[in-house]
T-cell receptor, first 118, second 112 residues
Framework: AQKITQTQPGMFVQEKEAVTLDCTYD???????LFWYKQPSSGEMIFLIY????DEQNATEGRYSLNFQKARKSANLVISASQLGDSAMYFC???????????????WGAGTKLIIKP | EAGVTQFPSHSVIEKGQTVTLRCDPI?????LYWYRRVMGKEIKFLLH????????ESGMPNNRFLAERTGGTYSTLKVQPAELEDSGVYFC??????????FGDGTRLSIL
């Protein structure tokens, strides 16, 4: 069964608009972590934001915020005021188990290719 | 601080040959991970080192893949003999404890 689902293979967004990238997940663990990474065309994988399953507040990092809806098992990434440099692949990933566990492997979604139009 | 570095950035070899990929983690990061993205598929976990010990190697596809991290610093991933289906991008990442994993630029491996 798919553990991380990103339903949008590609998106076009006008510069300066906000964009929401969808991510739903499936786990039976009570403790888990959710991550978003950005991969520009140059290939490097850049960590953007993290949300722990027990975190009560939605995570924010600058223009990035994570809309965490635990009951719906969704962890959408919101980018405010998009810029041309935001054009990239975006991956949602999950780590099952808490930080006290030894299993740190990330389970990945298929990614969303975001293109910002000038 | 220097990030995760991977070498080479690209490798093109023929089926049956051997290739060794290297990863230098961020200094002080005990946790080191290897992932792989095969064309058109999702990124998949290969294995996880804590210092020099293999914590989890459940993602290693078969015994043609050998990962080492002698001394708990840099790691190597050797593929011997390489097969066509091994083509893809191999990423290395490192982290402190269970914190965010910081990735290298990847090695693009092409098997002809």
């Amino acid at each position: 069964a798919q553990k991380i689902t990103q339903t949008q293979p590609g998106m076009f967004v006008q510069e300066k608009e906000a964009v929401t990238l969808d991510c739903t997940y499936d786990t039976s663990d009570q403790s888990y972590g959710l991550f978003w990474y950005k991969q520009p065309s140059s290939g490097e994988m850049i960590f953007l934001i993290y949300q722990g399953s027990y975190d009560e507040q939605n995570a924010t990092e600058g223009r990035y915020s994570l809309n965490f809806q635990k009951a719906r098992k969704s962890a959408n990434l919101v980018i405010s005021a998009s810029q041309l440099g935001d054009s990239a692949m975006y991956f949602c990933a999950m780590r099952e188990g808490g930080s006290g566990d030894s299993n740190y492997q990330l389970i990945w979604g298929a990614g969303t290719k975001l293109i910002i139009k000038p | 601080e220097a990030g995760v570095t991977q070498f080479p950035s690209h490798s093109v070899i023929e089926k049956g040959q051997t290739v060794t990929l290297r990863c230098d983690p961020i200094s002080g990061h005990d946790n080191l991970y290897w992932y792989r993205r095969v064309m058109g598929k999702e990124i998949k976990f290969l294995l996880h080192f804590v210092k020099e010990s293999k914590q989890d190697e459940s993602g290693m596809p078969n015994n043609r893949f050998l990962a080492e991290r002698t001394g708990g610093t840099y790691s190597t991933l050797k593929v011997q003999p390489a097969e066509l289906e091994d083509s893809g991008v191999y990423f290395c990442a490192s982290s402190q404890l269970a914190g965010p994993q910081h990735f290298g630029d990847g090695t693009r491996l092409s098997i002809l």
